[in-house]
């Protein structure tokens, strides 16, 4: 199975700061990488897609990186609204397994 | 506008079985990959399984599998899970979700229903 390992699993950030999210694969996914964004007691909502597509109604200031074994979701200016949980996922092969997620906090 | 609506949660006793339903609307239910994914209390999100349009394809995460079988009704625009063997670690939201693209067997996922809840506890 392939794993994912996200980093850093909490992040203190304040508005207007650049943020980046690491996402790792155990062995190469190609393109095949989504990111989510998952506020409390809320459904996930897809942000990116084959690691560098916004997904239609994203704000621009998401954007993802990355191929083969390493990604990157950064927010380039965050926001209020920004302040969440975020989870990667591969998508080439079962088992579809998400990342541990990573919390994004108001310092 | 895409709608996914779970039912069927609630409380069940250990090695007890229910079974989720998830209704679809406002797409073309048939042309896409379906997806249960699950969240326990206060942790992250796991996929659990996945079925292609016809139901050809099937996968299922480890944690389940000989125990939880997914299905799909087309013509009811319909997904099922049904829970066999149930334990205190399958407590968890469960959520229905869609698969992005059209006949593409594996994705990522573009629209979530809202969650059911699943309790198992003596």
């Known amino acids: 199975d392939i794993q994912m390992t996200q980093s850093p699993s909490t992040l203190s950030a304040s508005v207007g700061d650049r943020v980046t999210i690491t996402c790792r694969a155990s062995?190469?996914?190609?393109?095949?990488l989504a990111w989510y964004q998952q506020k409390p007691g809320k459904a996930p909502k897809l942000l990116i897609y084959q690691a560098t597509t916004l997904q239609s109604g994203v704000p621009s200031r998401f954007s993802g990186s990355g191929s083969g074994t390493e990604f990157t979701l950064t927010i380039s200016s965050l926001q209020p609204d920004d302040f969440a949980a975020y989870y990667c996922?591969?998508?080439?092969?079962?088992?579809?397994?998400f990342g541990g997620g990573t919390r994004v906090e108001i310092k | 506008e895409v709608q996914l609506v779970e039912s069927g949660g609630g409380l069940v006793k250990p090695g007890g079985s229910l079974r989720l339903s998830c209704g679809a609307s406002g797409f073309t239910f048939s042309s896409h990959t379906m997806n249960w994914v699950r969240q326990a209390p206060g942790k992250g999100l796991e996929w659990v399984s996945s079925?292609?349009?016809?139901?050809?394809?099937?996968y299922y995460a480890d944690s389940v599998e000989g125990r939880f079988t997914i299905s799909r009704d087309n013509a009811r625009n319909s997904l099922y899970l049904q829970m066999n063997r149930l334990s205190a670690e399958d407590t968890a939201v469960y959520y229905c979700?869609?698969?992005?693209?059209?006949?593409?067997?594996?994705?990522?996922?573009?629209?979530w229903g809202q969650g059911t809840l699943v309790s198992v506890s003596s």
């Open positions: 979700a869609r698969g992005l693209g059209v006949r593409v067997i594996l994705a990522a996922i573009d629209y």
């Open positions: 996922q591969q998508c080439i092969s079962s088992p579809l397994i």
């Open positions: 062995q190469s996914i190609g393109n095949s």
């Open positions: 079925i292609s349009t016809t139901g050809s394809y099937i």
